[in-house]
């Protein structure tokens, strides 16, 4: 086993130990568990009571290590997988219980949570809506535009970072795959399709430090292409009902 690995699993044991003594199970996840750990990564724990009063997020550092803390009971995570992760087609809760190592040692109750996680993985996310795919077209193709002729190089540099993360949410979530975010996303790729990663990663590397964005467009292209291609000419899009101030309408006498 990795030492790296080794020290942080020892370390997550022992934060059990001293600061969640009562707890049904520890899982460690993230890039320390992948052996995948730098100078500046945290430990990042799910802690499982048999049950709390809220679930909560706590950061701290322990042994100079920077440590991330999610506590839960069975049904608070099951919850946050159904309620808060899955509808945004990132499983963020799920993959740090399914892929995490059970500290110091596996047991029933751990194993019953990692169930869970995997159930919930398995099922995939929530189908996309023709509205949810064509709004998704429609915000790429309006950053399309503005990398096109760009009034500056810093806000090339903005509008490509947030075309990233939106494309790739359209690749994965146009096909009902698990989408990423952030530093996950190229991660994500790989693990998926090494070819489309490769792709990816050229066409913004080449954007970034030449601010030459054919090959990101061509991209934009290949990506929306099986939903129809870019869009806005014709596109629209209600506002719910409920988006109306609660105001009093004025009266005759009041106009």
């Not at 049904?24 to 724990?45: H, I, Q």
């Not at 219980?97 to 996310?125: C, H, K, Y």
Request: aromatic share 10%; with cysteine; net charge negative.
């Amino acid at each position: 086993m990795n030492k790296d690995v080794s020290a942080a699993i020892a370390t997550a044991a022992l934060i059990r130990r001293e600061l969640y003594p009562s707890a049904a199970t520890c899982f460690l996840a993230g890039s320390v568990v992948r052996g995948e750990a730098t100078a500046s990564s945290d430990l990042d724990l799910v802690v499982v009571f048999e049950e709390v009063e809220t679930a909560s997020r706590q950061s701290f550092f322990f042994s100079d290590w920077p440590v991330e803390v999610f506590v839960h009971d069975p049904q608070t995570l099951d919850y946050f997988f159904r309620k808060v992760d899955r509808p945004t087609g990132v499983p963020a809760l799920p993959t740090m219980v399914s892929e995490g190592v059970e500290v110091p040692s596996r047991t029933l109750f751990g194993q019953r949570q990692r169930d869970l996680a995997n159930r919930l993985l398995e099922e995939g996310p929530p189908l996309w809506s023709q509205e949810e795919r064509d709004h998704s077209r429609y915000m790429i193709s309006d950053m399309v535009e503005d990398i096109r002729a760009p009034r500056s190089s810093s806000e090339l540099r903005v509008v490509l970072s947030d075309l990233y993360s939106a494309l790739a949410n359209h690749y994965f979530r146009s096909q009902n795959l698990w989408s990423a975010k952030g530093k996950n996303i190229p991660r994500a790729l790989a693990r998926h399709d090494n070819t489309v990663h490769d792709g990816f990663c050229e066409a913004f590397a080449i954007a970034f430090k030449e601010e030459t964005v054919t090959s990101v467009i061509q991209l934009c292209e290949d990506v929306l292409g099986p939903d129809g291609g870019f869009l806005f000419d014709g596109y629209s899009r209600d506002a719910p009902n409920t988006w109306r101030s609660s105001q009093k309408k004025p009266t005759e006498s009041e106009h």
